[in-house]
């Protein structure tokens, strides 16, 4: 990633937490009391957040948010002057990832989430770091009206089964 594509995500991010009020204040002195930031990843979400495979078990995670989550941190040790501020990375999944934030268990949450008005009752969001173009792909002589093959079905006829309904 590029540095003015980590400096552009590292603003988006740390912008939506300019609006968090108190539980911004109290994240802030906690970073400076600790002298740590809890980066929260998911091991198994690439491209976003993942582990190398066949990486040694303390390998840090990579991915396109965790570089985001990344320049937040060099951000914040600048603004905060804590030149030795530290990273502890928080492996999480798609069930515990909320339960990581609002259970004071890691600072930033660095996968792929979407932002839904019952996520908003209980936590903050940046702007959105990435846009997705989610479509269908049939081929030239399938079907022309794609509305069709949807239609009888459920509204979340396309979500992951991995992920419980309303996470």
Same mark, same amino acid.
């Given at each position: ?7 552009? @995500? /590292?603003? /988006?991010?740390?912008? @939506?937490?300019?609006?968090? @009020? ?18 929260? =990843?998911?091991?198994? /979400?690439?491209? =976003? ?14 991915? =396109? ?16 002057? !804590?030149?030795?501020?530290? !990273? ?6 798609? *069930?515990?990832?909320? +339960? ?6 890691? +600072? ?12 908003? *009752? ?9 846009? +997705? @173009? /989610?479509?269908?792909? !049939? ?29």
């Amino acid at each position: 990633m590029g540095s003015m594509s980590k400096t552009l @995500g /590292a603003l /988006a991010l740390a912008s @939506g937490a300019l609006f968090a @009020g108190d539980a911004l204040a109290g994240t802030l002195d906690q970073l400076r009391d600790s002298k740590t930031m809890r980066i929260a =990843y998911d091991p198994d /979400a690439p491209p =976003y957040s993942y582990i190398v495979p066949g990486s040694p078990p303390n390998a840090d995670p990579q991915g =396109y948010s965790v570089d985001l989550c990344r320049a937040v941190f060099d951000t914040l040790r600048e603004q905060l002057k !804590i030149p030795d501020m530290k !990273i502890v990375h928080v492996a999480v999944n798609s *069930q515990d990832r909320f +339960d990581a934030i609002t259970g004071n268990k890691a +600072d930033l949450l660095c996968t792929s989430t979407t932002a839904t008005l019952a996520r908003r *009752q209980t936590v903050d969001f940046s702007i959105p770091i990435f846009i +997705d @173009g /989610a479509s269908f792909v !049939i081929r030239p002589d399938g079907p022309r009206d794609v509305k069709l093959l949807v239609a009888p079905r459920s509204p979340s006829c396309c979500a992951r089964r991995s992920r419980p309904p309303g996470s």
